[in-house]
């Protein structure tokens, strides 16, 4: 879809898309955030607040993979849509989880059959070249067992919008510090 209609579309009466400011970031943000080249924004996956489309309770998070779209439900039928890069279809993941833990600049450490897949990878400090990027949700199954899926930031931010990852849920950078602020801890997460 072309700029000019992108707009057009935003603009038509009924449409409540709202971009939503940035949110507030360390000095240690700041500095490697900038070490990771950030493209122009697709406006299909711009982060705004829109009516929640998904009907679920405020506080669940909704990943609809095939629209490459992640809604975080507020109170009062409102939802903030962020643009995201999911599972390509060897790897795809769908189901009910919670996030366990949270994690500003985490380690990687990326599981055995990702090494056996591709021997090059390794695990890495948090930092701007680690893949899982600025912030990362862990989710767990209804049994509290990890599902080794994870909502995180990405050193590849010109791949938002496509199906590339090994089943993680990416977000950009600044998008994932506004969600990791904004989700409460034990937060549902639908994937589809």
């Not at 507030?24 to 829109?50: C, G, H, N, Q, T």
């Not at 629209?67 to 039928?77: A, G, I, M």
Request: net charge neutral; aromatic share 8%; proline share 8%.
């Amino acid at each position: 879809m072309g700029t000019a209609l992108m707009g057009a579309v935003l603009a038509l009466p009924g449409c409540q898309y709202r971009a939503t400011p940035d949110p507030e970031l360390s000095a240690k943000d700041k500095e490697w955030m900038a070490m990771v080249p950030e493209p122009e924004v697709d406006r299909r996956f711009a982060r705004y607040m829109i009516e929640d489309p998904t009907g679920e309770a405020p506080g669940t998070i909704v990943v609809e993979t095939k629209e490459r779209q992640l809604y975080y439900v507020l109170p009062d039928r409102k939802a903030i849509r962020y643009g995201v890069t999911v599972g390509d279809e060897a790897y795809g993941w769908n189901g009910t989880a919670r996030i366990f833990r949270k994690a500003a600049w985490p380690d990687w450490h990326p599981p055995a059959e990702m090494i056996k897949r591709w021997p090059h990878v390794h695990a890495m400090q948090g930092g701007p070249a680690n893949p899982l990027g600025a912030r990362a949700l862990y989710l767990a199954d209804a049994g509290g067992k990890d599902t080794l899926y994870r909502i995180h930031g990405t050193n590849e931010p010109e791949r938002i919008g496509q199906a590339v990852s090994s089943g993680c849920i990416r977000m950009r950078n600044i998008d994932v510090v506004d969600l990791y602020n904004r989700v409460g801890a034990d937060a549902k997460v639908i994937v589809r």
